[in-house]
């Protein structure tokens, strides 16, 4: 089938059923624990340009947010996508209507949180907007530091005229706009959705999202435009969305930052420490001591959090490498009563699934270096070459180097599926067990190449191995990383 550019009817379609999508995920938020949401309202009456998505708290302001879905990247978020008109005669900008929503909303007696939610990328070279919070998202905070004659106030000044609005009117706007950009595709909005259906114990395939959208759909298409708690259950019960299983997510960014990062109920944030400019480059930290120091505090941290909200489930997501998907497992593990869970290419990879008979091929190659063992994983790529050069090269002390392999075969679909995963980390466990007790060693020293779901499903179930040291690929080359007591 020959694939073209959307008609503007298409773009239209697309345009809705993300903000459908987007507020499903937000009246989700009615069945969390102790959450402070009361009432969504979609399409909301007397809200200005800032109607599409409008949450109603308790403790905190009211959320008033704009959905923009674009279906390509061709016009990023800048200073001049805010400042030019619509197509239409009269039409104004985004700032405009921006602005006129908040003095709207700020004549009821109000001051509520905006947002600018959208899948189009921000411009990180505009003066003004690379100011952006990282943490809430708004302008203000960071550009009232901005010296006088810098390019952010330059911009500042533009807006201003263009608003025909006094500078402190605008500051009261920008530090109360939150712009979440960034955020990603229909596909990347459809997992965040899910792993919240999964916490609030709702059925979680790609089809029960779309039931959700639906249920929104709905209430637009009959003029309903509130949704409360006990109408959201009656819904849920109606459309049979209820399941037995219900998850915490965890949400790791290592290596770049992900698009609904505040989705999980705990989120860490790494990505500073690591040397690079680009996810590709992230491999190494900038002071290699933080693996230990750090970021495995970090996830000790984190699986006590998650342990505390009483939910044993837990759904992990984010960009890390092999190193922190191991570590993720290792933290969350089956001694504490944990069952772990992940998407892998689009199939969610648990450790409660029933696992396949597996079998492992065995390389074995004599360093004679020291009383350690090395061990290799080569499941998705061999890398016993690899591995035995940067032993010796380094005199790493160990004995030897076991590599352990699919019997059928190295390659990216040597675990075709989840059962597959789980009994491959159940074989390898037993495999590297024996290997430890024949050599006598107290220290393993692991290397892998495999699907991050597989590596998170072993860490799951490291024990009894003795202390170990996870290294990770800085291709060419290696360099450890955690250090696990044995």
């Known amino acids: 089938m020959k694939t073209t550019r959307a008609s503007a009817s298409g773009a239209r379609i697309q345009g809705d059923d993300y903000q459908h999508l987007y507020a499903w995920w937000q009246a989700l938020r009615l069945l969390t624990p102790e959450t402070d949401v009361t009432q969504i309202e979609v399409e909301a009456l007397s809200a200005g340009n800032v109607d599409d998505v409008v949450v109603r708290r308790t403790s905190g302001p009211d959320e008033y947010t704009q959905v923009k879905y674009s279906v390509d990247a061709s016009k990023p978020v800048s200073s001049d996508w805010f400042t030019t008109s619509g197509a239409g005669a009269g039409s104004n900008s985004p700032l405009e209507r921006f602005m006129a929503s908040w003095q709207h909303l700020k004549s009821k007696g109000t001051e509520p949180d905006l947002l600018l939610f959208t899948n189009r990328v921000l411009d990180p070279t505009d003066p003004i907007l690379k100011l952006r919070s990282g943490t809430a998202g708004t302008l203000g905070q960071r550009l009232a530091t901005e010296g006088p004659r810098s390019s952010a106030r330059k911009v500042l000044k533009q807006w201003v005229k263009h608003l025909g609005v006094t500078e402190p009117e605008l500051m009261d706007l920008l530090c109360r706009l939150g712009l979440k ?178 079998k492992l091929a065995e390389t074995v190659v004599d360093l004679s270096q020291g009383p350690d063992l090395a061990v290799g994983l080569s499941v998705t790529n061999a890398i016993t070459a690899d591995v035995v050069s940067y032993c010796k090269q380094l005199n790493l002390p160990a004995a030897r180097y076991v590599d352990l392999s699919p019997q059928g075969g190295v390659g990216p679909l040597s675990l075709p599926d989840a059962a597959a995963a789980v009994g491959w980390a159940h074989a390898a466990r037993e495999e590297i067990r024996a290997a430890v007790r024949d050599s006598g060693a107290r220290r393993v020293h692991l290397f892998m190449s495999a699907p991050a779901g597989a590596a998170l499903l072993l860490g799951h179930i490291w024990n009894r191995v003795g202390t170990t040291v996870v290294y990770e690929d800085l291709s060419p080359g290696y360099s450890s990383t955690f250090v696990i007591p044995g």
């Open 181 to 358: 950009t960034d955020q990603g595709s229909w596909s990347d909005l459809v997992t965040v959705v899910s792993d919240r259906m999964g916490y609030a114990g709702l059925r979680t395939a790609e089809s029960d999202v779309e039931i959700g959208v639906a249920v929104i759909r709905a209430m637009v298409k009959s003029g309903q435009r509130t949704l409360d708690r006990d109408e959201l259950r009656v819904e849920i019960e109606r459309r049979g969305l209820g399941s037995e299983k219900s998850y915490s997510t965890l949400v790791v960014e290592a290596i770049d930052r992900a698009p609904w990062s505040d989705a999980g109920q705990v989120r860490i944030d790494w990505v500073d420490l690591f040397e690079g400019d680009e996810p590709r480059a992230r491999r190494q930290l900038r002071d290699p001591q933080d693996w230990n120091r750090r970021l495995r505090p970090d996830l000790v941290a984190a699986a006590k959090a998650l342990k505390a909200t009483g939910n044993d489930r837990v759904m992990i997501r984010g960009y890390m490498r092999l190193a922190a998907w191991f570590m993720c497992g290792v933290e969350l593990p089956d001694t504490r009563q944990h069952q772990i869970a992940c998407k892998q290419k689009g199939q969610l990879w648990s450790s409660e699934i029933v696992p396949a008979a597996f």
